[in-house]
């Protein structure tokens, strides 16, 4: 006796659209579809399709499996068992399990099947039943009026949680049905005593065609396409890579999403796990290797110079690569590169450089612009996601007294990785000053910049959004790349100081006491105020999804 097999019921006088088992849904047919799920798991001979219709009959047996046809079949109860019992009663002779596929859940693939079997034996179960769980309040119309059919009591929220059976897939142990009468096979699943039932979780794939609008659903989840961000966010680089891929990865519904941290990159996990997006960390293996395995359609790499060796696997893999900030030797491979940051490259089809291709994030579209002002009265100091040498601290110290002396407020904002917090905190209740205002990891970076007169930053991404908002500031790098970024300049609207660890104090004073003259930053905000990154983010996400329907020759 063989150990399985498996049973596709497809009954065209039960469809709910006309011919819908055989009409194509994202270019294959619900039966083709089907018969493909089932031959992942058993060889063609141990498929049983059964069917009132010729055409179907036509499509099993040019795909090599069998099938039972009776022109008059019609099933007119959702007991899938009782009626398929005489089908089922000739299996039983042969198999120990039959698995009965459902061709109008097209989601369900072998994978499903195959897991759903490795439980059902695990449990040493007598039936699996795929179910979805669902959170409602169940109400019962009496006399025109509402009544709560069930005792929520349980719920706090005054819901309960049911289990819904999704029709997509059963597994029967067949020694229940054999040497019974046909006519007992017609009760409930647990009917069948002795017998144990459990249930198999698809809530994700659990739809099941009744509508033109399921139709639809289906049709466009499985013409979705998998993304895969691949993203470092950690102290030494700071969060700016994995802020952006938020970002662009907030833009993309129409497509599977998932994040891929480098392994050093504790701080990005934490960060995009607030988001709810899938994230894999990067272990002992090679990068590669984690990002195949989630076999993408498409990998967004952003996290600095890639290598030959990284990108030529996944090219061999059948990815297609959008490279951010690469001038590494791998970016030659990569079918789409944005340097939006580096102004000195030339711009082609495959590369796209300089500020027209910064992405501004939606918070900042709606802000409020700043006016000039005649007299600067907030003075915003914000150096990136981690800080890690604490230059806040530093340009602090140097501007505060100045600031005291003026009546300028200070706004200080960390980000997330900032590891300093606790010792700005205690240098800030020493200093006494009440316009020192410390806020750390906002979510509002536009607020906060909202109604600065200057301000005082690295060079990442930062000066494009204060830029936006027509914020005159004081660059200082913090590192050799980072002072590449030539968006930093005063033809921007920025003063460009030099780098963090080669400038001295005094030359910070003195270029912040010049930037508080009304005329410089009156010239600096009219520079900045004829700059418009708005239109960016989509033309961005735009290359990225051509990029997905090109085809490759």
Not at 136 to 162: H, K
Not at 245 to 273: D, G, N, Q, Y
Not at 361 to 368: K, L, N, T, Y
Not at 517 to 533: S, T
Request: aromatic share 8%.
């Amino acid at each position: 006796m063989k150990e399985r097999c498996i049973v596709i019921p497809a009954i065209k006088k039960n469809a709910v659209i006309p011919d819908q088992l055989v009409k194509k849904l994202a270019g294959v047919t619900l039966m083709e579809r089907a018969i493909n799920t089932a031959r992942g798991v058993v060889p063609g001979k141990d498929i049983v399709v059964l069917t009132d219709s010729q055409e179907i009959s036509l499509i099993c047996e040019r795909a090599g499996v069998g099938f039972h046809r009776n022109k008059d079949l019609r099933f007119t109860s959702l007991n899938i068992v009782a009626e398929m019992r005489d089908l089922l009663g000739e299996l039983a002779a042969r198999y120990r399990h039959c698995i009965i596929l459902r061709a109008s859940c097209p989601l369900l693939t072998w994978v499903d099947v195959e897991d759903a079997w490795k439980k059902y034996l695990d449990a040493g179960a007598d039936s699996l039943v795929t179910v979805k769980s669902v959170r409602q309040r169940i109400w019962n119309v009496r006399g025109g009026n509402l009544e709560s059919l069930l005792d929520s009591a349980s719920g706090a929220d005054g819901e309960d949680c049911f289990l819904v059976e999704s029709r997509a897939l059963i597994i029967l142990r067949l020694a229940l049905l054999r040497d019974r009468e046909p006519a007992s096979f017609g009760g409930r699943l647990s009917g069948l005593s002795p017998s144990k039932v459990i249930p198999y979780f698809l809530n994700e794939r659990a739809i099941e065609i009744q509508s033109y609008q399921d139709w639809w659903i289906c049709e466009h989840l499985l013409r979705r396409r998998h993304v895969v961000f691949v993203v470092a966010g950690y102290p030494a680089i700071g969060m700016g890579h994995v802020f952006r891929a938020l970002m662009l990865a907030h833009e993309i519904t129409s497509h599977k999403i998932t994040f891929v941290c480098t392994r050093e990159s504790e701080l990005a996990v934490e960060s995009i796990a607030q988001k709810d997006y899938p994230i894999v960390r990067q272990g002992a293996e090679d990068l590669a290797d984690t990002v195949l395995a989630l076999r993408p359609d498409l990998v967004v790499n952003d996290f600095l110079n890639t290598d030959a060796p990284y990108m030529e696997r996944l090219r061999a893999g059948g990815a297609r690569c959008v490279n951010f900030e690469d001038e590494g030797p791998g970016a030659e491979l990569a079918q789409l590169v944005i340097n939006a940051l580096y102004e000195n490259g030339q711009s082609t089809e495959r590369l796209r450089c300089g500020p027209g291709y910064f992405c501004l994030r939606d918070e900042f579209v709606g802000a409020a612009r700043n006016e000039l002002r005649p007299q600067v009265k907030t003075v915003l100091i914000t150096f990136g996601g981690t800080d890690q040498r604490d230059c806040s601290r530093r340009v602090l110290e140097i501007i505060e007294p100045i600031c005291r002396a003026y009546g300028i407020a200070i706004r200080l904002v960390a980000g997330p990785g900032y590891a300093h917090k606790a010792a700005m905190e205690a240098h800030l209740r020493k200093l006494e000053n009440p316009l020192v205002e410390f806020t750390w990891a906002t979510n509002v970076m536009s607020r906060m910049m909202e109604g600065a007169d200057l301000a005082i930053c690295s060079a990442g991404r930062t000066v494009y959004e204060l830029a936006h908002m027509r914020v005159p500031g004081i660059v200082l790098a913090h590192h050799e790349r980072e002072a590449r970024h030539s968006f930093a300049r005063p033809r921007n609207g920025f003063a460009f100081a030099g780098l963090m660890d080669r400038i001295g104090d005094d030359k910070i004073r003195n270029v912040f006491l010049a930037m508080l003259k009304q005329n410089r930053r009156a010239r600096f905000w009219a520079r900045q105020n004829r700059l418009d990154f708005t239109a960016n983010k989509a033309r961005v996400v735009g290359l990225m999804l051509d990029l997905l329907d090109r085809d490759e020759t």
